[in-house]
């Protein structure tokens, strides 16, 4: 004999199946606004103190630094005074992690062997390094693919790449910005400012590096 009613046991334990589904929409709701907000808090907080960046440079050479109009306040341009730009080592400013390394934009034709090639769009072959505490540096118009990968740690003076023509680029040289939070700001170099603030003309400072081994 059958009492009580027929369907509330099968009703039940349908509302057994529902309530699980809930509780995950409501955790992982949670998770996913603790993220946003931990997310939030990292980009509010302020900058830590600036490194002691140095030139990206082999230790001891000296470059010429320079900008021109439109090319953006901050945006630093390499050149050695001395022999060949194609090819030179590209050091990291000071030890990071990488966070980028590959292309931006695209590669365009230039080349050793085909300097005036086509030219392409954006940074061509990039590494972007975030040193801890708000701070990043970036390498741009590397002439092959880096020789660092996302996620690796590298040390100041480590080489990450070589001077190329990839990307909008004119002829060899390295593109170079350090950043405090998302601002470029003006480079500076062993502690000292380099005097690239602007670019409202076309101008250039000279600058030794003193990217060296550790004791040398």
């Known amino acids: 004999m059958t009492t009580g009613h027929p369907y509330s046991s099968r009703t039940r334990h349908r509302s057994r199946r529902r309530r699980p589904l809930w509780i995950l929409l409501a955790v992982t709701t949670s998770v996913v606004l603790l993220a946003v907000a931990v997310v939030v808090a990292l980009a509010l907080r302020p900058p830590g103190p600036r490194p002691l960046f140095q030139l990206p440079v082999a230790c001891g050479e000296t470059w010429q630094l320079g900008t021109y109009p439109g090319h953006d306040d901050y945006d630093v341009d390499l050149f050695p005074t001395e022999g060949e730009a194609w090819g030179r080592p590209v050091l990291a400013s000071y030890a ?4 980028v390394a590959g292309i ?17 769009r954006g940074g061509g072959y990039w590494v972007k390094i975030d040193h801890g505490g708000r701070w990043e540096t970036q390498y741009l118009h590397l002439l092959e693919e880096p020789l660092v990968r996302v996620g690796q740690r590298v040390a100041q003076g480590q080489q990450i790449g070589r001077v190329g023509s990839t990307g909008n680029s004119g002829a060899p040289h390295l593109h170079y910005e350090q950043r405090r939070g998302w601002q ?8 000292a400012p380099s005097g690239i603030t602007h670019d409202d003309a076309e101008y250039t400072v000279a600058r030794t590096s003193q990217n060296c081994p550790a004791g040398s």
């Open 96 to 99: 990071g992690r990488v966070t």
């Open 104 to 120: 931006n934009g695209s590669l365009g034709g230039r080349t050793p062997e085909n300097p005036d090639g086509p030219r392409g």
């Open 184 to 191: 470029k700001v003006e480079t500076y170099f062993d502690g």
